[in-house]
């Protein structure tokens, strides 16, 4: 099955990197969200996030790091989004784990990244809800 960030990530099509190495390559998102937004694509596919593996997620979270601090201290951004979107319904577009490093500047009008708004839930039950989510 053909998988554009596959592609991408091992350099068959050719794309704005910024840096390679074994594991991944970062690029600049076609259509960026602000001055420098770029993309971490892993070389090793996972559908998302939540099925990447460990190895996987360290060395993807440890570049976006890195590069989150170059958007700060090269390109004057002074914050950083670092997003990685999980299925459709949270806006996944592309089927191949990817994280975002979107810079962010003073001035720049909207500072809600998400488009979730948080006003209009009522307050959960949040004892009952946090054994559901119960990690161990
Ligand atoms: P997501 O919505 O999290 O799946 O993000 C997919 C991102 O990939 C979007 O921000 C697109 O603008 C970006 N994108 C799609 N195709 C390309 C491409 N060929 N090169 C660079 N970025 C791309
Ligand atoms: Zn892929």
């Known amino acids: 099955?053909?998988?554009?960030?596959?592609?991408?990530?091992?350099?068959?099509?050719?794309?704005?990197?910024?840096?390679?190495?074994?594991?991944?390559?970062?690029?600049?998102?076609?259509?960026?969200?602000?001055?420098?937004?770029?993309?971490?694509?892993?070389?090793?596919?996972?559908?998302s996030l939540l099925e990447a593996d460990d190895e996987t997620l360290e060395h993807v979270f440890k570049t976006a790091r890195k590069l989150g601090n170059k958007m700060i201290s090269e390109l004057g951004a002074e914050g950083v989004n670092v997003i990685a979107n999980c299925k459709e319904a949270a806006g996944q577009t592309i089927d191949h784990f990817h994280v975002h490093v979107i810079p962010r500047y003073t001035g720049?009008?909207?500072?809600?990244?998400?488009?979730?708004?948080?006003?209009?839930?009522?307050?959960?039950?949040?004892?009952?809800?946090?054994?559901?989510l119960a990690l161990n």
């Not at 592609?7 to 602000?34: C, H, K, M, Q, W």
């Not at 909207?110 to 307050?123: A, C, N, P, T």
């Open 1 to 47: 099955m053909s998988c554009l960030f596959c592609s991408i990530a091992n350099g068959e099509i050719p794309s704005a990197t910024i840096y390679e190495d074994e594991y991944l390559r970062v690029i600049f998102d076609i259509n960026p969200a602000s001055y420098g937004h770029a993309l971490i694509i892993p070389k090793t596919h996972s559908a």
């Open 108 to 132: 720049q009008p909207e500072k809600d990244v998400l488009h979730i708004s948080q006003d209009e839930l009522e307050k959960p039950d949040f004892e009952a809800l946090a054994v559901k």
